[in-house]
């Protein structure tokens, strides 16, 4: 009870603080001239990963990676960092949107340029990209002043990282969302096993063990989205947004509210099966959860089922079990102790000591493209306790640890 207690003073605390901090900004905004800021792109150098455009009292970020669905790498999440920390100083603006250059809004972190490092023996850098998305994500998750990003088309991993954190998230009919880091022998990560253990029930579970799909409606319904719009509508919004002269979150909750849509996901959703979800993937173990839906399967003859289990079995039967405890951890953590965590498991990723999945998830998906993964180890039967303990056991003293600003950057949830 007393834990209870402090836990509710820290949230009414962190509450107060961030309303008082919110008019604060709102009083110096208020007081400045709306002409001081140009309304004209303020960068257009088409070598640039990250593009801005300056609106009347807001900036829009532009993902400038199209051939590459906007993949993250370390001088975008660099650049990225800097535009961010500037703009949150800045009185001058109100708020931050984001978006993707061409039809996607981000396909996670670049990790055939990361295989690529790992195969050269730069293992420091492969851990660099992942290092600075977690740490963006952080930052993204306590900012001062309001974030719109609009997810008009794929959405997958470290894309997820950077846009769900923040305030507000625009989902569309073209929106792709997915935690498929199972597939490459890696784990959700960059704040997955947070936003993941969230999920109504077990969904959280489905998702990041089978790296699902889930569209604009869906994102919506669960909650991964905060809107949801057609995409012929972004054009407004984003015009709406460049012309908004304000840094009160209710002010873009209320012009975002005029462009929504409502819908319905459709019977083939997984948000229409979550009872069977709950039953199959509440289970503690991998294998309990594959026994279910095997049991499901011969019963029902159900195709989802049937789907479900060939995605476990294609999977990695190391990143099952990793993910399957990172995100049952993650029930119990705040989004900075995720973070750590899920640092340390890829750091283990990274190193290939205990296992090289990761290099040949990449292979077999993005490189040869062969989609035939040689796993090691090869079954669920063949991974032990210790392999999975070792994942999330501290790092070495000569591996540092994700450094975040905690006491400086307290999250407010």
């Not at 004209?40 to 640039?48: A, C, V, W």
């Not at 995100?327 to 750091?347: A, H, V, Y």
């Amino acid at each position: 009870m007393q834990s209870f207690t402090r836990t509710q003073c820290r949230v009414r605390h962190c509450y107060r603080f961030f309303i008082n901090e919110f008019q604060r900004r709102t009083r110096n905004f208020s007081s400045c001239s709306s002409s001081a800021v140009s309304d004209k792109l303020l960068i257009n150098d088409t070598d640039s990963f990250v593009l801005v455009e300056g609106n009347a009292s807001s900036r829009t970020v532009i993902l400038n990676r199209p051939s590459v669905l906007n993949a993250l790498n370390v001088p975008l999440m660099s650049r990225l960092r800097k535009l961010y920390e500037s703009y949150e100083g800045n009185p001058d603006i109100g708020f931050v949107v984001m978006k993707g250059n061409g039809n996607a809004f981000c396909a996670g972190a670049d990790i055939v340029s990361v295989r690529d490092m790992i195969k050269k023996g730069n293992i420091e850098g492969s851990k660099e990209i992942f290092r600075r998305v977690y740490g963006f994500a952080y930052l993204l998750h306590t900012y001062l002043k309001p974030n719109v990003a609009i997810l008009d088309g794929v959405t997958m991993g470290g894309g997820a990282a950077i846009s769900i954190p923040g305030t507000f998230r625009i989902a569309t009919e073209k929106t792709v969302y997915a935690t498929p880091e199972t597939l490459i022998g890696l784990h959700p990560d960059a704040g997955a096993s947070f936003h993941l253990s969230h999920l109504p029930g077990y969904l959280g579970e489905y998702l990041g063990l089978t790296g699902d799909r889930l569209n604009g409606v869906e994102m919506i319904a669960c909650g991964l989205a905060t809107h949801y719009a057609h995409s012929t509508k972004v054009r407004e919004i984003e015009e709406c947004l460049k012309n908004l002269v304000t840094d009160d979150p209710s002010v873009i909750e209320t012009s975002l509210e005029k462009y929504s849509d409502f819908d319905y996901p459709d019977n083939n959703s997984v948000l229409k099966r979550l009872e069977m979800v709950d039953k199959c993937f509440g289970h503690d173990s991998v294998e309990e959860i594959i026994d279910a839906l095997e049991s499901e399967a011969a019963k029902t003859r159900d195709v989802w089922c049937e789907s479900a289990l060939k995605k476990l079995k294609y999977a990695s039967p190391l990143s099952l079990k990793v993910s399957l405890r990172s995100i049952r951890e993650g029930r119990f953590q705040t989004l900075d102790q995720c973070l750590i965590r899920e640092f340390r498991l890829t750091s283990r990723a990274m190193s290939c000591q205990i296992s090289s999945d990761f290099c040949e998830g990449v292979r077999a998906r993005m490189v040869d493209k062969d989609q035939a993964p040689k796993w090691d180890p090869p079954s669920l039967a063949h991974v032990t306790h210790d392999m999975v303990d070792q994942y999330f056991s501290p790092l070495s003293p000569l591996e540092p640890e994700l450094d975040l600003p905690t006491k400086q950057r307290e999250a407010f949830t």
